[in-house]
């Protein structure tokens, strides 16, 4: 009887098995035509992209961002109907980009593993930090090149063929044309140059408005990107430290090289900035990562409450990505501009 | 038998004396442990990134017990005063205790490799740490610290029971300890490689290594209260410590409750130690250590043993710790990594000293 | 009054270890603790001392339940030496018969004249007295035995319970300990395994086998051929040898 009963349960499982196996193959969808592009890429185009050689055969069609930063600028390009997943996020979506995003899959809120990334069947992988192309990152360049997938790394993270983040350390001060170089680049790629153009444009105008008039004749300044055991500042040579030449401050740690070293309070107490700069971070997992708390440590810290800038309470806000070489960078120098307006006559 | 009497007496005569002369020996090495420890503070607090001269930190001492009015700058003042003193008594506090604990958990288990962070609370308090600061549990109205503290306690509690469900004893104490802080470690990896940016782990990093940096005055009213305490509590088990010596059985047999007094003293530890982590991080090698320097130093009765640690972690910490403020100045070095850094040749050297007399 | 044994039992998971062990050492005598391995001699010794609760009978200190009395009084009273006590501490003979005061003192308080006195005689009643300074680990077996009664003595206890101190000792040194142990004037109980030396030092015997008594009383009336035979399995002769005053045993192959 048992053995009556277990064979035909072995035949039945083998008959769905069996069954299951005779569906039809699933369809390789063919190559979906095009995006039409304006048609101002010569393909393939070559480009060299932080030491890296990269091809492009033909515009991507899909393509995953792996930081935010590089995710805002294909939005903001046009291009949401070609982007297939993002990742890192640091803060909410820009506004004026939130309708675009939407449709947009995300792959992870922090970093995404190189299973997920290629399961979003990917043919072009673009990333703002270097730290998601080395091992124990995303995966390195050459992982992607091996299934056919071109990379591409924010020029503002590159530093003589080096990523910044992914290790190195800047030997030449970071520029706005960088950015804008990154912009044109993936205008160049995706076949929309004009409208790589006219963002560029857009920005470069808004800049210029942002730092008209602006001109804070040497005060001196410290970026407190967050922590407040072991503050993080902006050091000498990146974003933070473009942010002040743009307009005249004078970063208090532009001596350091790395570009958001840890220092101590007593260090930053004692160099005495005139203005401070605080990240107002979207996160908010760390104690002080917000705007309020930031204030409320700085104004109630028997140490800190002691320095010129707090007690005269000359703080300008910024996001978090406003303090990286992103897009909002502008708007970081609008808000820089909207407090100079107010607070000229006190420095 | 009458001139062994006779000799006996004569010696006896001369017992007060000389047990008056011990003691009077005994005080005058703690009193100069205090001023030894005094000194180093004021040397400590004139090192650092700030740029402050001897006289200015001189000035603003004096200012501040009352002795003169020299007008100083209100941020060197702040930097002196606020910073640095604090954070140098908070150091010394942490040696104090974390030496002392060391001591109690290497008499008490009977292992010279034992050290606070034995009882998992280490790992127990990193979990909490992170759970509050990358996960973000608890909402804003329980700090990191706050967060360490009960994640050190729950640690300790799963070990407390751990042993009793297995029988209870001080070797099953050590296995629970070894097994909680595997558990706790563990998570503290997960929620960081799960949930944690490269940002979170920077600042989470400095803080499961050791870090002095951010201490204020009320937390060195804390760790003083909870360290002087503690301190007193041992001396009163000063001799149930020494008749662990030979184990449980001769320590009960010399008229000590062991399973109070073990619980008391493992509780004590854990509250110090908790304490102590949840403000400083997790600062190693000082438990583990310190008491074997103290020991070559004034041997193993704990009537000595207790307040030499004590001493010495206070001044050995006070080092380090300005040390790691201005080894890589003005980017700062988590007292932790100065600990280890010093202690492991120490260590090094204390363990070729057994080895060779073996 | 000493300590007394009534019908004590001891069950150590589910193990009846002790059975009805009734135990009234003279003071002064010196009682010997014979039986094969797993008889229940050290536990019957534990149990004496109040290490462990009996789970029948009684244990008596002066006529007062030993559960009863407090934990200092018991070891102001009565002293243990174990076989194995051993330590990594680098600790020297006299803070080793220094911890003997412990019951003694109390809080923190450090040595007192009386103190000194009872390790300063408790060294030289064990032949340490020179000795004091040295520690632990340079100790031979004999010594470390002799530092551990040391320590017991400084109890000034009026008992003194012993598991096979002799054990781990040459013969030269196992004879010197039994004259030491002999000539105290407290009341010694000592578990021990050689028959001879029993018979030689012991005032009385009494015989375990499996946690029960099977004998007890003078050596010359208890160590029998046929004791030996029924309680180690081994085929003995004995002589009572009236020069000396006790049995000899002689083993046969």
């Given at each position: 009887?048992?053995?009556?009963?277990a064979?035909?349960l072995?035949?039945?499982?083998?008959?769905?098995?069996g069954l299951?196996a005779?569906?039809?193959?699933?369809?390789v969808e063919p190559e979906s035509?095009?995006?039409?592009g304006?048609?101002?890429?010569?393909?393939?185009?070559?480009?060299?992209n932080?030491?890296?050689?990269v091809?492009?055969?033909?515009a991507?069609?899909?393509?995953?961002?792996?930081?935010?930063?590089s995710?805002?600028?294909?939005?903001?390009?046009?291009?949401e109907?070609r982007?297939?997943?993002t990742?890192?996020?640091?803060?909410?979506?820009?506004?004026?980009?939130?309708?675009?995003?939407a449709?947009?899959?995300?792959?992870a809120?922090?970093?995404?593993?190189?299973?997920?990334?290629?399961g979003?069947?990917?043919?072009?992988?673009?990333?703002?930090f270097?730290?998601h192309?080395?091992?124990?990152?995303v995966?390195?360049?050459?992982?992607?090149?091996?299934t056919g997938v071109?990379?591409?790394?924010?020029?503002?993270?590159?530093d003589?063929g080096?990523?910044?983040?992914g290790?190195g350390?800047r030997?030449?001060?970071l520029?706005?044309?960088?950015?804008?170089?990154?912009?044109t680049?993936?205008?160049?790629?995706?076949?929309?140059?004009?409208?790589?153009a006219?963002?560029?444009a857009?920005?470069k105008?808004?800049?210029?408005?942002?730092t008209?008039g602006v001109?804070?004749d040497?005060?001196?300044?410290?970026?407190?990107?967050?922590?407040?055991?072991?503050?993080?500042v902006?050091?000498?040579?990146g974003?933070?430290?473009?942010?002040a030449?743009t307009t005249?401050?004078?970063?208090v740690f532009?001596?350091?090289e790395?570009?958001?070293?840890a220092?101590?309070?007593?260090?930053?107490v004692?160099?005495?900035?005139?203005v401070?700069?605080l990240?107002d971070?979207?996160?908010?997992?760390f104690p002080?990562?917000?705007?309020d708390?930031?204030?409320?440590?700085?104004e109630?810290?028997?140490?800190?409450?002691?320095m010129?800038?707090?007690?005269?309470?000359?703080?300008?806000?910024?996001?978090g990505?406003?303090l990286?070489?992103s897009?909002?960078f502008?708007?970081?120098?609008?808000?820089?501009k909207?407090?100079?307006?107010?607070?000229?006559?006190e420095? | 038998?009458?001139?062994?009497?006779?000799?006996m007496?004569?010696?006896t005569?001369?017992?007060?004396?000389?047990r008056a002369r011990r003691?009077t020996?005994?005080g005058?090495?703690?009193?100069?442990?205090?001023?030894?420890?005094?000194?180093?503070?004021?040397?400590?607090i004139?090192?650092?990134?700030?740029?402050i001269?001897?006289?200015n930190v001189r000035?603003?001492v004096?200012?501040h017990?009352?002795?003169t009015?020299?007008?100083v700058?209100?941020?060197k003042?702040?930097?002196?005063?606020e910073?640095?003193?604090?954070?140098?008594?908070?150091?010394?506090?942490?040696?104090a205790?974390?030496?002392l604990?060391?001591?109690i958990?290497q008499?008490l288990?009977?292992?010279?490799?034992?050290?606070p962070?034995?009882l998992?609370?280490?790992?127990?308090a990193?979990?909490?740490?992170?759970?509050?600061?990358?996960?973000?549990?608890?909402?804003?109205s329980i700090?990191?610290?706050?967060?360490?503290?009960?994640?050190a306690?729950?640690?300790?509690g799963?070990?407390?029971?751990?042993?009793?469900?297995?029988g209870?004893?001080?070797?099953?104490?050590v296995?629970a300890g070894?097994?909680s802080?595997?558990?706790?470690s563990?998570?503290?990896?997960?929620?960081i490689?799960?949930?944690?940016?490269?940002?979170?782990?920077?600042?989470?990093?400095?803080?499961?290594?050791?870090?002095?940096?951010?201490?204020r005055?009320?937390?060195?009213?804390?760790?003083?209260?909870?360290?002087?305490?503690?301190?007193?509590?041992?001396?009163?088990?000063a001799?149930?410590l020494d008749a662990?010596?030979?184990?449980e059985?001769?320590a009960?047999?010399?008229?000590?409750?062991?399973?109070?007094?073990r619980?008391?003293?493992?509780?004590?530890?854990a509250l110090?130690?908790?304490?102590?982590?949840?403000?400083?991080?997790a600062?190693?090698?000082v438990?583990?250590?310190?008491?074997?320097?103290?020991?070559l130093?004034v041997?193993?009765?704990?009537g000595?043993l207790?307040?030499a640690t004590?001493?010495?972690?206070?001044?050995?910490?006070v080092?380090?710790?300005a040390?790691?403020?201005?080894?890589?100045?003005p980017?700062?070095?988590?007292?932790?990594?100065?600990?280890?850094?010093?202690g492991?040749?120490?260590?090094?050297a204390?363990?070729?000293?057994?080895?060779?007399?073996? | 009054?000493?300590l007394?044994?009534?019908?004590?039992?001891w069950?150590?998971g589910?193990?009846?270890?002790?059975d009805?062990?009734?135990l009234r050492?003279e003071?002064?005598?010196t009682?010997?603790?014979?039986?094969?391995?797993?008889?229940?001699?050290s536990?019957?010794l534990r149990v004496?001392?109040?290490l462990?609760?009996?789970?029948?009978?009684?244990?008596?200190?002066d006529?007062v339940?030993?559960?009863s009395?407090?934990?200092?009084?018991?070891a102001?009273?009565?002293a243990?030496?174990t076989?194995h006590?051993?330590?990594?501490v680098d600790?020297?003979v006299?803070?080793i018969?220094?911890l003997?005061?412990?019951?003694?003192?109390?809080?923190?308080s450090?040595?007192?004249a009386?103190d000194?006195?009872?390790?300063?005689?408790?060294?030289?009643?064990?032949?340490?007295a020179?000795q004091a300074?040295r520690?632990w680990?340079?100790?031979s077996?004999?010594?470390?035995?002799?530092?551990q009664?040391?320590?017991?003595?400084?109890?000034?206890?009026?008992?003194?319970?012993?598991d096979?101190?002799?054990?781990?000792?040459?013969?030269?040194h196992?004879?010197?300990?039994?004259?030491?142990?002999?000539?105290?004037?407290v009341?010694t109980?000592i578990?021990?395994?050689d028959l001879?030396?029993?018979?030689?030092?012991c005032d009385?015997?009494?015989v375990?086998?499996?946690?029960?008594?099977?004998?007890?009383g003078?050596p010359?009336?208890?160590?029998?051929?046929?004791l030996?035979?029924d309680?180690?399995?081994?085929?003995?002769e004995?002589?009572?040898?009236?020069r000396?005053?006790?049995?000899?045993?002689t083993?046969?192959r």
């Amino acid at each position: 009887m048992h053995q009556r009963a277990a064979i035909s349960l072995v035949l039945a499982a083998a008959l769905a098995v069996g069954l299951s196996a005779c569906g039809a193959s699933e369809a390789v969808e063919p190559e979906s035509t095009a995006a039409a592009g304006q048609g101002a890429t010569d393909y393939p185009l070559t480009l060299d992209n932080c030491g890296t050689e990269v091809t492009i055969d033909a515009a991507p069609q899909r393509v995953v961002s792996l930081d935010q930063n590089s995710t805002e600028i294909l939005l903001s390009l046009g291009l949401e109907d070609r982007m297939v997943g993002t990742a890192s996020w640091t803060d909410p979506v820009l506004d004026s980009l939130a309708d675009a995003n939407a449709d947009v899959p995300r792959l992870a809120d922090n970093a995404p593993t190189y299973e997920v990334v290629l399961g979003a069947d990917p043919d072009f992988v673009t990333a703002s930090f270097g730290r998601h192309f080395n091992e124990g990152g995303v995966a390195p360049r050459e992982r992607f090149a091996e299934t056919g997938v071109a990379s591409y790394l924010s020029p503002t993270d590159c530093d003589n063929g080096t990523s910044i983040n992914g290790g190195g350390t800047r030997t030449t001060p970071l520029t706005i044309d960088a950015l804008y170089q990154e912009i044109t680049e993936m205008g160049e790629v995706f076949d929309v140059s004009d409208r790589a153009a006219a963002l560029v444009a857009d920005l470069k105008a808004r800049a210029a408005k942002a730092t008209e008039g602006v001109d804070f004749d040497g005060t001196t300044v410290a970026f407190w990107f967050a922590d407040t055991k072991t503050p993080y500042v902006g050091g000498g040579l990146g974003s933070a430290a473009l942010l002040a030449s743009t307009t005249g401050l004078d970063n208090v740690f532009g001596e350091l090289e790395d570009d958001w070293p840890a220092t101590t309070w007593e260090d930053l107490v004692d160099r005495d900035p005139q203005v401070l700069v605080l990240g107002d971070l979207q996160r908010d997992r760390f104690p002080g990562d917000r705007l309020d708390d930031k204030v409320a440590f700085l104004e109630s810290d028997p140490l800190t409450k002691t320095m010129d800038a707090v007690r005269n309470q000359r703080y300008i806000a910024l996001h978090g990505a406003e303090l990286n070489p992103s897009i909002r960078f502008v708007d970081g120098l609008e808000k820089i501009k909207a407090w100079w307006v107010e607070h000229e006559d006190e420095l | 038998m009458t001139s062994g009497d006779t000799v006996m007496n004569s010696d006896t005569a001369r017992r007060p004396a000389s047990r008056a002369r011990r003691a009077t020996i005994t005080g005058l090495l703690v009193l100069a442990g205090v001023i030894l420890l005094l000194v180093s503070v004021g040397m400590a607090i004139t090192l650092g990134p700030a740029d402050i001269l001897l006289v200015n930190v001189r000035d603003i001492v004096a200012n501040h017990l009352g002795v003169t009015d020299i007008p100083v700058k209100l941020s060197k003042d702040a930097i002196v005063w606020e910073e640095r003193l604090p954070r140098a008594f908070v150091a010394a506090a942490c040696g104090a205790g974390l030496g002392l604990c060391g001591v109690i958990m290497q008499s008490l288990l009977r292992n010279p490799l034992a050290d606070p962070f034995i009882l998992g609370i280490s790992s127990g308090a990193s979990t909490g740490a992170v759970a509050i600061g990358i996960l973000g549990l608890g909402g804003a109205s329980i700090g990191l610290s706050g967060g360490a503290f009960i994640g050190a306690l729950v640690a300790f509690g799963l070990v407390l029971l751990l042993s009793r469900l297995s029988g209870g004893g001080t070797d099953r104490v050590v296995l629970a300890g070894v097994a909680s802080t595997q558990l706790f470690s563990a998570l503290t990896s997960l929620i960081i490689f799960a949930f944690a940016d490269s940002d979170e782990t920077r600042g989470v990093m400095f803080w499961l290594l050791g870090s002095l940096e951010g201490v204020r005055w009320d937390d060195v009213a804390l760790c003083a209260i909870v360290v002087v305490a503690g301190s007193i509590l041992c001396l009163r088990y000063a001799h149930a410590l020494d008749a662990f010596a030979f184990g449980e059985d001769v320590a009960a047999s010399l008229g000590i409750h062991v399973a109070r007094t073990r619980a008391i003293l493992l509780i004590a530890t854990a509250l110090i130690t908790a304490t102590l982590v949840s403000v400083a991080g997790a600062i190693g090698f000082v438990g583990l250590v310190l008491p074997h320097a103290a020991r070559l130093l004034v041997g193993p009765r704990h009537g000595r043993l207790i307040p030499a640690t004590a001493i010495i972690g206070a001044i050995f910490m006070v080092w380090v710790d300005a040390g790691s403020r201005v080894a890589f100045s003005p980017t700062p070095l988590p007292v932790g990594v100065g600990t280890a850094l010093v202690g492991v040749p120490v260590f090094i050297a204390l363990l070729a000293r057994r080895r060779k007399r073996a | 009054m000493t300590l007394h044994a009534e019908h004590v039992s001891w069950n150590r998971g589910g193990a009846l270890v002790v059975d009805g062990v009734t135990l009234r050492p003279e003071p002064g005598q010196t009682v010997g603790l014979l039986g094969p391995n797993g008889s229940g001699k050290s536990s019957l010794l534990r149990v004496l001392h109040g290490l462990v609760k009996p789970t029948a009978g009684l244990v008596t200190l002066d006529g007062v339940d030993l559960a009863s009395v407090g934990r200092r009084r018991i070891a102001r009273s009565v002293a243990s030496v174990t076989q194995h006590a051993d330590t990594d501490v680098d600790i020297t003979v006299r803070d080793i018969v220094r911890l003997g005061r412990i019951p003694h003192r109390s809080g923190l308080s450090g040595n007192t004249a009386a103190d000194e006195t009872a390790v300063d005689r408790a060294l030289a009643h064990v032949g340490l007295a020179d000795q004091a300074g040295r520690l632990w680990h340079t100790l031979s077996g004999g010594e470390r035995q002799r530092a551990q009664i040391a320590r017991a003595l400084a109890q000034e206890p009026r008992e003194l319970l012993l598991d096979e101190p002799t054990n781990h000792l040459d013969i030269r040194h196992q004879l010197e300990l039994l004259d030491l142990v002999c000539a105290l004037p407290v009341t010694t109980v000592i578990a021990i395994h050689d028959l001879n030396l029993a018979a030689m030092y012991c005032d009385t015997v009494v015989v375990l086998r499996a946690g029960r008594v099977v004998a007890a009383g003078a050596p010359g009336e208890v160590l029998t051929a046929a004791l030996i035979a029924d309680v180690y399995g081994v085929v003995a002769e004995v002589t009572l040898d009236s020069r000396r005053g006790h049995p000899v045993i002689t083993f046969t192959r």
